[in-house]
Every structure is written in C-alpha cells, then in structure tokens.
C-alpha cells in the first residue's frame, strides 16, 4: 500500500540491478501487495472452516498454491497491460513496461506459475480448490484484464468478483466444499472492490485519462464517483450486517462490523462533501484496513 501511494507521489521505487535486481523484477511482476491480502481472506476462510487453526500442512499447501496462482495472474496483467502501465506514474516502473523482463520472459513466468499453482492444489489440497483456484484466474486474466478493463467503466465492479474467488478456495481447501461465511466473504470482497479502486482512481484520474482506461472518475467525473462510493459503501455495510440476521455469522461479528462499517460509511460521506485527492487517500488506506479487521472479525466469531 504505501509503495502505491508513494509512486502516486511521484517518488521513484530504487532499482537493483545483477542477479538481485532480476530476482526483484520477477518478485514485483507477481503483484506482491495484491497477493497478501488475497492470501488473508484465503487464510480467514480456512480458519473459519475449520473452527480454528487447520493442518498445518494443508495451510502450506493451500497459501503457496494461492501464491502462486496470484502471482501468475498479475504476471499475466503486466505483460497484457504494459503498453498503458508506461503511461501512468503508479505503475511505469514495472519490469515489463520498462523492458527489464520481455513479455516473452513474463509469458513463460506466469504460465509455470499457473502450472505449479494448479499441480500443487490438485494433488496436495483437493481438485475443488485448484479448479476455484484456476477459474479465479481465468476470470481476471480474460474477463477483467483482456475485456473490461479497456471498454467500460463498470471493470472494476464486474472485475470484482476474481478478487472475492480466494476465500472460496480456502473454505474448499479445508470443507471440500463452499460454505456460508465463504460466500458471505465472497460477497463483501466483491462490493468492497469498488470504493477502494475508485479512491485509488479518484487519486490517479490523470494517470488513467492518459492511458485511455475508462475508469469512472475520468469518464463521469469526481463528483459522481464520489456518490457512487457513498452508495456502495452503504450497500457493503449494509450486506455485512445483514450475514447475523441471516444465521451466517453471530454477535461476535456483528459489533465489530457495525464499528468498522460506520467508520468506512462516514469516511465516504467525508469525502463525498469534502476536498477529493487528500479524503481519497484517507478512505483507500481505511477500506485496507477495514477488509483485514473484517476477516478478523468473522474468524473470531466462527472460533467463538
């Protein structure tokens, strides 16, 4: 997170150079940040089926794999995107925008990654994981990616739903099956997915404008983003909620939740009437912070 903001500050990231710096290029070519936090709803997910801590082994097992299919997704991602990532400050410096790893190169990569990811699942966790696993990337590789992207500004909202695929392998990995806090997982993840893009697109607009990317902010303007974050921020709190009354989750989500939910809601209202770049900035670091405490939150109400 604080490497995304950075670049949007104009700072330059240090580029290593030898063995290091080709080691480094391939590790920034997985997309590590986005990793983590699918790798935190995929463990959460876990640990709620389990009612606790699950195998250690089958943890290994499911996170590397989970790695490893989220690293040849965004391998993928930089090798289609690299003509638009040279146009944007955010993400100029990747290796394959700036040559430092051919799409050739990147092909390869995130294939094997693919395959190791695949093979690992499949055979060490169970087949329901590795064919969630697969179809996670499918749809970001082809249907976000390659489609949506470029041509509407609903990506984001449709393109959501690869983001909200980890914790279902994570419930499969442990229940060999899909359970109800998996999807009521599922379900905020992927209405969570557009207020935190559209922040971060409310603070790089230019950036998008210039690369032709149809994000919302540089097509229906600040003021209607704005309104649209409000209004989904509503709809996310409103969902997350709803999973007590619904018999998926219990009182010891449902506190948590309502707290992390009226922050997130008056961080929106915040900047839906306040100055745009500095409150976006605010509410993109808070919708991180608030997915982290909401797996929290439902793991400690499924262990309770």
């Known amino acids: ?37 699918l790798l935190i709803t995929t463990f959460a997910a876990m640990v709620m089926a389990a009612h606790g801590l699950p195998p250690l082994a089958l943890t290994l097992f499911t996170l590397v794999g989970g790695a490893l299919a989220a690293g040849s997704a965004g391998a993928f991602n930089c090798v289609i995107d690299r003509d638009i990532d040279r146009l944007m400050a ?6 394959v925008a700036t040559g430092r790893i051919t799409a050739r190169a990147g092909v390869v990569f995130a294939t094997a990654l693919g395959i190791a990811s695949f093979a690992l699942l499949y055979l060490l966790v169970n087949p329901l994981a590795a064919w969630l696993s697969l179809a996670g990337n499918a749809y970001y590789v082809i249907v976000y990616t390659l489609w949506l992207k470029r041509t509407t500004t609903l990506n984001i909202v449709i393109g959501g739903a690869a983001g909200a695929v980890p914790p279902l392998v994570g419930w499969a990995a442990v229940a060999h099956g899909i359970g109800g806090p ?89 900047m839906l009437v306040g100055p745009t770049k500095p409150l ?9 912070l608030y997915l982290a405490l909401m797996c929290a939150a439902m793991v400690l109400d499924r262990v309770i």
Not at 4 to 32: F, M, Q
Not at 192 to 208: G, I, K, Q, V
Not at 209 to 224: D, F, I, Y
Request: hydrophobic letters at 50%; charged letters at 15%.
């Open 182 to 270: 998996a999807l009521g997982l599922f379900a905020l993840i992927f209405l969570w997915t557009p207020p935190h893009f559209w922040a971060l697109a409310l603070m790089a607009n230019t950036d998008y404008h210039k690369a032709n990317v149809p994000m919302l902010p540089n097509v229906r303007g600040a003021e209607r983003t704005k309104k649209e974050i409000f209004v989904y921020t509503l709809v996310l709190v409103a969902v997350s909620l709803a999973l007590t009354p619904l018999g998926v989750m219990g009182l010891w989500y449902f506190v948590p939740a309502a707290i992390l939910g009226a922050v997130f809601v008056w961080d929106a209202w915040k």
């Open 90 to 95: 955010r993400t100029m410096t990747r290796p």
């Open 280 to 288: 976006a900035r605010v509410l993109f670091k808070y919708s991180l």
């Open 1 to 37: 997170m604080s490497s995304t903001l950075s670049r949007l500050d104009g700072k330059v990231p240090v580029l290593h150079t030898g063995i290091a710096g080709t080691l480094v290029d391939y590790y920034e070519l997985t997309k590590p940040r986005i990793m983590y936090l």
